[in-house]
Protein backbone atom coordinates (compact mmCIF):
# COMPACT_ATOMS: atom_id res chain seq x y z
CA UNK A 1 0.00 0.00 0.00
CA UNK A 2 1.02 3.48 -0.79
CA UNK A 3 1.10 6.48 1.65
CA UNK A 4 1.01 9.97 0.87
CA UNK A 5 4.56 10.14 2.20
CA UNK A 6 5.85 7.75 -0.87
CA UNK A 7 3.41 9.67 -3.13
CA UNK A 8 5.01 13.06 -2.36
CA UNK A 9 8.80 11.28 -2.44
CA UNK A 10 7.54 9.94 -6.01
CA UNK A 11 5.93 13.21 -7.57
CA UNK A 12 9.40 14.69 -6.43
CA UNK A 13 11.09 11.70 -7.69
CA UNK A 14 9.29 12.68 -10.84
CA UNK A 15 10.02 16.17 -11.05
CA UNK A 16 14.02 15.05 -10.75
CA UNK A 17 13.71 12.85 -13.69
CA UNK A 18 11.60 15.29 -15.89
CA UNK A 19 14.61 17.65 -15.47
CA UNK A 20 17.24 15.46 -16.22
CA UNK A 21 14.90 13.85 -19.73
CA UNK A 22 12.94 16.96 -20.53
CA UNK A 23 15.16 19.62 -20.08
CA UNK A 24 17.49 19.43 -22.94
CA UNK A 25 14.38 19.59 -25.38
CA UNK A 26 12.93 22.20 -23.54
CA UNK A 27 15.84 24.61 -23.85
CA UNK A 28 14.72 26.64 -27.04
CA UNK A 29 11.50 27.09 -26.00
CA UNK A 30 12.60 28.50 -22.76
CA UNK A 31 15.25 30.78 -24.34
CA UNK A 32 12.83 31.87 -27.43
CA UNK A 33 10.24 32.71 -24.18
CA UNK A 34 12.58 34.19 -22.10
CA UNK A 35 14.38 36.46 -25.11
CA UNK A 36 10.57 37.70 -26.02
CA UNK A 37 9.54 39.16 -22.07
CA UNK A 38 12.27 41.71 -23.55
CA UNK A 39 9.80 42.74 -25.96
CA UNK A 40 7.06 45.83 -26.11
CA UNK A 41 5.34 46.52 -29.42
CA UNK A 42 8.24 44.30 -30.83
CA UNK A 43 11.16 45.75 -29.72
CA UNK A 44 13.30 44.82 -26.70
CA UNK A 45 12.89 47.69 -24.86
CA UNK A 46 13.24 45.89 -21.32
CA UNK A 47 14.86 43.15 -19.29
CA UNK A 48 13.75 39.73 -19.53
CA UNK A 49 12.00 38.96 -16.99
CA UNK A 50 13.26 35.91 -14.78
CA UNK A 51 10.33 35.49 -13.09
CA UNK A 52 7.93 35.00 -15.54
CA UNK A 53 10.08 32.36 -17.45
CA UNK A 54 10.39 30.61 -13.90
CA UNK A 55 5.87 30.97 -14.05
CA UNK A 56 6.46 29.87 -17.46
CA UNK A 57 8.72 26.54 -16.68
CA UNK A 58 7.08 25.33 -13.32
CA UNK A 59 3.95 23.59 -14.91
CA UNK A 60 6.01 21.92 -17.10
CA UNK A 61 7.42 19.92 -14.56
CA UNK A 62 4.69 20.06 -12.14
CA UNK A 63 2.25 18.41 -14.88
CA UNK A 64 5.15 15.69 -15.82
CA UNK A 65 5.01 14.97 -12.10
CA UNK A 66 1.21 14.48 -11.57
CA UNK A 67 1.04 12.49 -14.47
CA UNK A 68 3.50 9.71 -12.87
CA UNK A 69 1.66 9.31 -9.66
CA UNK A 70 -1.38 9.39 -12.04
CA UNK A 71 0.58 6.58 -14.47
CA UNK A 72 1.95 4.76 -11.39
CA UNK A 73 -1.35 4.54 -9.44
CA UNK A 74 -3.08 3.44 -13.21
CA UNK A 75 -0.28 1.23 -13.81
CA UNK A 76 -0.23 -0.40 -10.11
CA UNK A 77 -3.93 -0.59 -10.04
CA UNK A 78 -4.06 -2.49 -13.58
CA UNK A 79 -1.22 -4.86 -12.60
CA UNK A 80 1.29 -3.48 -15.33
CA UNK A 81 4.13 -3.32 -13.16
CA UNK A 82 4.78 -7.17 -12.83
CA UNK A 83 5.86 -9.73 -11.83
CA UNK A 84 4.44 -11.12 -14.71
CA UNK A 85 2.73 -14.49 -14.78
CA UNK A 86 0.85 -16.37 -17.87
CA UNK A 87 0.16 -14.38 -21.10
CA UNK A 88 0.98 -10.53 -19.23
CA UNK A 89 4.70 -11.20 -19.70
CA UNK A 90 3.69 -9.87 -22.72
CA UNK A 91 2.90 -6.47 -21.32
CA UNK A 92 6.48 -4.96 -21.98
CA UNK A 93 6.29 -5.94 -25.36
CA UNK A 94 2.58 -4.73 -25.75
CA UNK A 95 3.71 -1.04 -23.98
CA UNK A 96 6.43 -0.94 -26.91
CA UNK A 97 4.17 -1.73 -29.89
CA UNK A 98 1.91 0.64 -28.22
CA UNK A 99 4.46 3.09 -27.95
CA UNK A 100 5.55 2.77 -31.65
CA UNK A 101 2.12 3.27 -33.47
CA UNK A 102 1.30 6.25 -31.47
CA UNK A 103 4.35 7.73 -33.09
CA UNK A 104 2.78 7.89 -36.37
CA UNK A 105 -0.80 9.23 -35.42
CA UNK A 106 -2.21 12.66 -35.99
CA UNK A 107 -2.02 13.64 -32.99
CA UNK A 108 1.19 13.22 -31.75
CA UNK A 109 2.11 14.92 -34.85
CA UNK A 110 0.33 18.34 -33.90
CA UNK A 111 1.40 17.73 -30.58
CA UNK A 112 5.05 17.27 -31.66
CA UNK A 113 4.49 20.34 -34.39
CA UNK A 114 4.22 22.88 -31.27
CA UNK A 115 7.32 21.55 -29.50
CA UNK A 116 9.56 21.90 -32.89
CA UNK A 117 9.06 24.98 -33.34
CA UNK A 118 9.23 27.34 -30.39
CA UNK A 119 8.38 30.65 -32.07
CA UNK A 120 5.53 28.81 -33.85
CA UNK A 121 4.07 28.20 -30.01
CA UNK A 122 4.69 31.77 -28.79
CA UNK A 123 2.97 33.37 -32.73
CA UNK A 124 -0.03 31.11 -31.99
CA UNK A 125 -0.23 31.04 -28.09
CA UNK A 126 1.48 34.54 -26.77
CA UNK A 127 0.02 35.44 -23.15
CA UNK A 128 1.26 38.63 -22.15
CA UNK A 129 2.19 38.84 -18.17
CA UNK A 130 3.20 36.37 -15.33
CA UNK A 131 -0.36 35.32 -15.03
CA UNK A 132 -0.20 34.61 -19.48
CA UNK A 133 3.59 32.94 -18.96
CA UNK A 134 1.59 30.38 -16.21
CA UNK A 135 -1.11 29.77 -19.01
CA UNK A 136 1.63 29.46 -21.49
CA UNK A 137 3.53 26.60 -19.50
CA UNK A 138 0.38 24.62 -18.94
CA UNK A 139 -0.53 24.69 -22.93
CA UNK A 140 2.74 23.86 -23.87
CA UNK A 141 3.28 21.17 -20.68
CA UNK A 142 -0.12 19.24 -22.63
CA UNK A 143 1.33 19.35 -26.29
CA UNK A 144 4.52 18.21 -24.56
CA UNK A 145 2.60 15.00 -22.84
CA UNK A 146 0.74 14.76 -25.64
CA UNK A 147 4.03 13.53 -27.65
CA UNK A 148 5.90 11.64 -24.76
CA UNK A 149 3.26 10.11 -22.50
CA UNK A 150 3.80 6.57 -23.91
CA UNK A 151 7.70 7.05 -23.74
CA UNK A 152 6.69 7.87 -19.59
CA UNK A 153 4.93 4.77 -20.01
CA UNK A 154 7.42 3.00 -21.81
CA UNK A 155 10.11 3.97 -19.38
CA UNK A 156 8.26 2.18 -16.18
CA UNK A 157 6.97 -0.92 -17.93
CA UNK A 158 9.30 -2.35 -20.15
CA UNK A 159 12.29 -0.02 -18.55
CA UNK A 160 11.61 -0.61 -15.10
CA UNK A 161 13.14 3.15 -14.52
CA UNK A 162 16.79 2.25 -15.10
CA UNK A 163 19.22 4.57 -16.28
CA UNK A 164 19.93 3.10 -19.66
CA UNK A 165 16.20 3.46 -20.76
CA UNK A 166 15.65 6.95 -19.43
CA UNK A 167 18.93 7.75 -21.17
CA UNK A 168 17.67 6.42 -24.80
CA UNK A 169 14.59 7.85 -24.26
CA UNK A 170 15.71 10.73 -23.63
CA UNK A 171 17.83 11.11 -26.79
CA UNK A 172 14.46 10.26 -28.62
CA UNK A 173 12.52 12.86 -27.06
CA UNK A 174 15.59 15.02 -28.24
CA UNK A 175 16.34 14.21 -31.52
CA UNK A 176 12.40 14.52 -32.28
CA UNK A 177 11.92 18.13 -30.68
CA UNK A 178 15.13 19.19 -32.45
CA UNK A 179 13.06 18.67 -35.90
CA UNK A 180 15.91 17.84 -38.08
CA UNK A 181 13.89 15.91 -39.95
CA UNK A 182 10.36 16.50 -38.43
CA UNK A 183 8.54 14.06 -40.46
CA UNK A 184 10.82 11.09 -41.03
CA UNK A 185 12.88 10.87 -37.44
CA UNK A 186 9.31 9.91 -35.36
CA UNK A 187 8.32 7.50 -37.59
CA UNK A 188 12.15 5.99 -37.56
CA UNK A 189 11.75 6.09 -33.77
CA UNK A 190 8.64 4.71 -33.54
CA UNK A 191 9.94 1.65 -36.15
CA UNK A 192 12.70 1.00 -33.95
CA UNK A 193 9.98 0.69 -30.85
CA UNK A 194 8.10 -1.92 -32.52
CA UNK A 195 11.00 -3.79 -33.81
CA UNK A 196 12.06 -3.47 -29.91
CA UNK A 197 8.56 -4.51 -28.85
CA UNK A 198 9.00 -8.08 -31.50
CA UNK A 199 11.72 -8.84 -30.13
CA UNK A 200 10.64 -8.37 -26.36
CA UNK A 201 7.99 -10.38 -27.31
CA UNK A 202 10.10 -13.27 -29.07
CA UNK A 203 12.08 -13.43 -25.45
CA UNK A 204 8.86 -13.86 -23.48
CA UNK A 205 7.54 -16.27 -25.28
CA UNK A 206 10.37 -18.37 -25.75
CA UNK A 207 12.33 -17.99 -22.66
Known amino acids: MIGSTDLALFFALMVVM ?3 MMLPSAVPMIVAYHGLTRLEGGRPVKPADGVATATFILPYFAVWGAFGV ?3 LGLMALGFLGPWTG ?6 AATLLAAGTWQITRTKEVCLSH ?3 PMGFVMHHWRSGRLGALRMGLRHSMY ?3 CCWLFMIV ?3 AGSMSLVWMGGLSLAIFVEKVGIWPQLTPRVIGLLLVVLGGLVAFQA ?3
Do not use: D, K
Not at 87 to 92: D, E, G, M, N, T
Open 155 to 157: LFV
Open 205 to 207: MFA
Open 115 to 117: CQS
Open 144 to 146: CIG
Open 87 to 92: VAVLIP
Open 70 to 72: AAL
Open 18 to 20: MVA
